[in-house]
């Protein structure tokens, strides 16, 4: 599985911005997807997962309310719409590629199977 990860860039508090990531090498809607993020100093963590149906999404309590992830299994592509951006969402966003049948809850880096390149999100004050 290869991951593309698009979208990241400068804005200010309170803006949006919409991140995505393009799948391919093995049929999209076999394997459950996800972001991570990785600030600075610090490790990387699980934001939002979705299942392979797309029925199924968590996230983080620290996006709640605020991120909405989605995906299109028709064009392979999974989507991270952020809104209400704060300057401690500002990291490098990671899409992941889970194969294994796990619970989709809780996640950390040893679960996922592949990894998109990243792409920095910086939020400025």
């Known amino acids: 599985v290869q991951l593309q990860a698009s979208g990241g860039g400068l804005v200010q508090a309170g803006d949006s911005l919409r991140l995505s990531c393009a799948a391919s090498g093995r049929a999209f809607s076999t394997y459950d997807m996800g972001w991570f993020r990785q600030g600075p100093g610090k490790g990387r963590e699980s934001v939002t997962t979705?299942?392979?149906?797309?029925?199924?999404?968590y996230y983080a309590d620290s996006v709640k309310g605020r991120f909405t992830i989605s995906r299109d299994n028709a064009k392979n592509t999974v989507y991270l719409q952020m809104n209400s951006l704060k300057p401690e969402d500002t990291a490098v966003y990671y899409c992941a590629a889970i194969i294994r049948r796990i619970v989709l809850v809780g996640l950390n880096p040893r679960d996922i199977d592949y990894w998109g390149q990243g792409t920095q999100v910086t939020v400025s004050s």
């Open positions: 979705i299942s392979r149906s797309g029925s199924n999404t």
